[in-house]
């Protein structure tokens, strides 16, 4: 069993799960947690009956960073050997192929960032603080922050937040597209399960075409972009989900049809 990081379906909305980070008092990214952290994206990844996932560090903090103490004695030999580990971890959110959404509360700081990252919403409470810090240890973000923080709100804010080590608060971090809703931290989880639970009876199939396109389509030119869009809308004619939403459609107009997940 797990000890840190658990991932179970919502009570009232079985189709969201949670990935929960426990590890107090501020969920510190220790090896252990990196391992039960891309076990559960894995498992949500191929559970069928969860549908989208909530990423949440409980009501005081999401993750204020690696374990430092697991780092001070590290050699360049040392952190060759684990960093592709490390990156893979912190970013295996971003592999989960079903709608995901981080909801934070408190500090998202360096690994914890970058695990919130991966999501593809973030809704914030307004006493969020959030940065990649690791300048003020002489080093850089090493999961995936200097590359998924300069796609998500452009270089040169990138930048600014990883030469600086600063924090943000919620309302700059909404205004730069760092994260997507602000709301109360006490209604911060729940606004995340709710904007979950929308994909619960939707065509999972589609969903996770239209994930693969917009992810893989962003990295490349437009041509190869639309290539990859045409391959993957070509191959949803071959699903019942497409059958029965068009069918339904047809029938009793749009938004009625009642999902297979074939």
Same mark, same amino acid.
């Given at each position: 069993?797990?000890? /840190? ?7 009232d909305h079985p189709g969201v799960g949670t990935i929960s980070l426990n590890r107090p008092p501020m969920n510190a990214l220790n090896r252990q ?5 891309? +076990? ?11 549908? +989208?996932?909530?990423?949440y560090g409980g009501p005081k903090v999401l993750a204020a960073g690696a374990d430092i103490k697991e780092m001070t004695d590290m050699s360049y ?24 959404? +981080? ?53 040169s804010k990138a930048k600014d937040l990883v030469f600086t080590g600063r924090f943000v608060g919620a309302e700059e971090a909404l205004a730069i ?21 929308? /994909? ?32 993957? /809308?070509?191959?949803?004619? +071959? ?19 009642? /999902?297979?997940?074939?």
């Amino acid at each position: 069993m797990p000890e /840190f990081v658990t991932l179970e379906a919502h009570p009232d909305h079985p189709g969201v799960g949670t990935i929960s980070l426990n590890r107090p008092p501020m969920n510190a990214l220790n090896r252990q947690v990196q391992t039960e952290l891309q +076990a559960a994206a894995e498992e949500a990844s191929v559970r069928d009956d969860i549908k +989208a996932v909530v990423i949440y560090g409980g009501p005081k903090v999401l993750a204020a960073g690696a374990d430092i103490k697991e780092m001070t004695d590290m050699s360049y030999a040392d952190m060759a050997k684990v960093a592709g580990r490390l990156q893979r971890a912190l970013g295996s959110i971003a592999d989960i192929p079903k709608p995901t959404v +981080a909801a934070i509360t408190g500090y998202a700081l360096g690994g914890g960032l970058e695990v919130a990252l991966g999501a593809d919403r973030r809704i914030a409470g307004d006493n969020a603080k959030l940065g990649v810090p690791e300048i003020l240890l002489g080093v850089i973000p090493g999961g995936g922050g200097t590359q998924r923080l300069a796609r998500l709100i452009g270089p040169s804010k990138a930048k600014d937040l990883v030469f600086t080590g600063r924090f943000v608060g919620a309302e700059e971090a909404l205004a730069i597209g760092l994260v997507d809703e602000v709301v109360a931290p006490d209604d911060v989880y729940d606004a995340a399960v709710k904007w979950a639970a929308q /994909f619960e009876n939707g065509a999972s199939v589609a969903l996770r075409a239209a994930k693969a396109a917009i992810d893989q389509g962003i990295e490349v030119d437009l041509a190869s972009g639309l290539a990859i869009e045409e391959h993957v /809308f070509a191959g949803l004619f +071959a699903t019942e989900d497409r059958k029965i939403g068009m069918d339904s459609f047809i029938e009793n107009g749009p938004g009625k049809a009642r /999902f297979t997940g074939k």
